[in-house]
């Protein structure tokens, strides 16, 4: 019988890792198309991203016919979840949340920049020339297209920037893989979190033949699938009748203060009920609980004449919070990590964790975080913020992170994004511009892109490959060699990618996405702290701090009472932006699953998720069948999820 220390590991065999490879390249490019030319079909905006299990799917039906035909050939789960490994890993650096946000900041001020907005003596100054290109001449190719990038003034004013902020992203991404390390056994073996993400891809890896012989499973695919069809067809052909399944508002109050709730819309996101039926009924509860209960408050706060609840500042009380409260629940296993780290435990005769089976050693994951944070605060000292300043971020930072991490391990929803709750907005409340200083807040708008939202972060991600490979058996560190490669590699091809594409085809001309409204709201905000200064906001700072113990709250309650329905994480969630137009199938995942749990108990529950997981994926098939129709007829198609 074999156990958890002497059990096999499942070979990613070498030319698999090429293969990889070859389909970062493929995915950095589509993700572009789709996302930031086209703007048809938002690839990296959910948690599962699209692109990814559609690859995933193409290869497990190849591996079918492969493992008939010519079985010598054919790949293992390894190989197939490696596949997949890389091409989420490239994902979260080619996605519309990132590159898509990186590089108009790059381009954007010195294109720009005017004697009206005086731009140039307010902070183009503080920009250092390696971090961005400061040529309007460059610059224009870039934003009106019919240029290239293939001439030597063009590539010698990007290459500085695109090593230097590519070097940024690999210490980041390599930074936040030793954090996964340290939060892994604890998350996955101690407190078993549920991770829903991973469900589609163990389905369709693990046993396909039974997966795609579920009648169950086919016709949660047929009812997602044909819905997208239909409304696919009705993009092309407006004749044909649409089913309005990406959200209808069914009504707004006119007096106030029930006005105040804005308008309720009701949408029927397939992939979304999917992926909510994995989550525990508490969890999926909270959720939709708890949005509804936001609209309360502000029907409440509007009759007592306030106009401003602090909404931003709620959400960054609550998430800061929630991504304290791992860390205060694993207190023991991470003290006796540091203990491990530092040869405390030997010296003292404890019993140290156990490492020989994680991801890296840990003192290999505390050299590799030592290291990258030691080269991020170098980069941002050289950017031009001070030790303090680069300090503060980081502490900011790493629990939006953890509370992100943890939202996905344990709730998996459809969605999460912290839009205007980052780091570098919080760090204004607390001391205000002046204590700041423009040398730091040109230096925190810089880095603005990679905290603006959090959808499609990359330590989620590398949380669920880590249980992926539990799961499968594959080798952590075989893994790993992939994951690194898809970074080092997936960064430079994806920076290469928009150049190429965007000195064709024009970032204010023919593409259709973010990148020329990122540039605006990114540097007018920069302009508006340098322009109207601010001191510390206690009010703003009250509300943070009402909400960070208020979460605290709903977590003591739900460890203490087994009867409190109530989870924090649903708190948090609602929280953040997006869930108006998803709380309605995260209540009809839930009423799904709640019925099915009282008629049939766990036997029906299992009988039921191949259905479900038909939902996702017919619903990802079609989407990504019209993304990639758009990406051969160059042209604008379907959405089906925005």
């Known amino acids: 019988m074999e156990t958890k220390g002497n059990r096999k590991q499942n070979l990613v065999k070498p030319h698999i890792l090429l293969i990889g490879l070859a389909l970062v390249a493929f995915n950095s490019y589509w993700c572009l198309m789709g996302t930031e030319v086209w703007h048809s ?13 559609f690859t995933l799917l193409v290869f497990v039906l190849a591996n079918l016919l492969l493992q008939r035909f010519l079985p010598r050939l054919a790949m293992s789960q390894a190989d197939l979840q490696t596949i997949y490994v890389m091409v989420v890993m490239l994902t979260t650096i080619s996605g519309h949340t990132m590159m898509g946000y990186l590089i108009p900041v790059l381009a954007h001020t010195f294109q720009f920049a005017s004697p009206e907005n005086e731009w140039i003596p307010l902070f183009g100054h503080h920009i250092p020339t390696w971090i961005a290109v400061q040529s309007p001449r460059i610059l224009d190719g870039f934003y009106n297209g019919d240029s290239t990038l293939y001439n030597s003034a063009t590539l010698n004013a990007w290459i500085s920037p695109v090593l230097s902020w590519s070097s940024f992203v690999i210490a980041l991404w390599l930074t936040l893989l030793a954090v996964t390390v340290f939060l892994r056994k604890q998350w996955t073996e101690n407190e078993r979190l549920n991770y829903p993400i991973v469900q589609l891809p163990l389905a369709l890896t693990s046993n396909p033949k039974r997966f795609f012989t579920s009648p169950w499973m086919w016709l949660g695919f047929a009812l997602a699938g044909s819905a997208e069809l239909l409304n696919g067809l009705n993009y092309l052909f407006p004749d044909i009748p649409a089913l309005p ?28 009920i999917g992926l909510m039926f994995f989550t525990p009924l508490d969890l999926s509860f909270s959720c939709w609980f708890f949005w509804l209960l936001s609209r309360v408050q502000l029907i409440v706060t509007d009759a007592f004449g306030a106009r401003n609840i602090y909404h931003l500042e709620q959400q960054t009380g609550a998430w800061i919070a929630f991504g304290c409260i791992p860390l205060w629940m694993g207190r023991k296993h991470y003290g006796r990590i540091i203990r491990k780290v530092f040869g405390i435990a030997q010296r003292r005769g404890e019993a140290a964790p156990d490492d020989s089976r994680e991801p890296m050693r840990y003192r290999t994951a505390a050299g590799l975080f030592t290291v990258g944070m030691l080269f991020l605060f170098f980069f941002c000292y050289q950017m031009g913020m001070t030790f303090w300043a680069i300090g503060l971020f980081f502490v900011f930072y790493f629990p939006l992170v953890i509370g992100i991490t943890r939202i996905r391990a344990e709730i998996g929803p459809p969605l999460h994004q912290l839009i205007f709750v980052d780091p570098g907005r919080t760090m204004v409340l607390a001391l205000g511009t002046r204590r700041l200083g423009a040398g730091n807040l040109t230096g925190l708008t810089f880095l603005y892109p990679f905290v603006r939202c959090f959808r499609a972060h990359p330590t989620p991600s590398e949380l669920e490959a880590f249980r992926l490979a539990e799961r499968s ?19 430079l091809i994806t920076f290469w990618a928009y150049l190429h594409v965007l000195y064709d085809m024009g970032a204010g001309s023919k593409a259709r996405g973010w990148i020329v409204y990122m540039g605006w709201e990114t540097f007018n905000r920069l302009q508006t702290w340098l322009v109207n200064p601010r001191e510390t906001s206690g009010p703003e700072l009250g509300v943070i701090g009402s909400s960070f113990l208020f979460t605290i709250f709903l977590m003591i309650m739900k460890i203490r009472f087994l009867w409190w329905p109530l989870h924090p994480g649903g708190y948090v969630l609602v929280s953040g932006t997006g869930m108006g137009g998803l709380w309605f199938p995260i209540f009809l995942s839930w009423l799904a699953k709640a019925v099915v749990l009282k008629i049939g108990g766990v036997k029906l529950y299992r009988q039921a998720v191949p259905f479900f997981l038909g939902l996702i994926l017919g619903d990802y098939t079609l989407g990504c069948v019209w993304s990639l129709i758009g990406l051969v007829l160059q042209m604008p198609t379907y959405i089906v999820w925005h």
């Open 473 to 491: 058996r594959i080798g952590y560190r075989q893994l790993l060699i992939g994951m690194i490669l898809a970074i080092v590699f997936g960064i």
């Open 245 to 272: 399944i990406k959200g209808k508002t069914i009504g707004q109050f006119s007096s106030r203060p029930w006005s105040a709730m804005g308008p309720i819309r009701i949408s029927f996101y397939p992939f979304s």
């Open 41 to 53: 079909t938002q690839l990296t905006i959910a948690s599962l991203f699209f692109n990814a299990v």
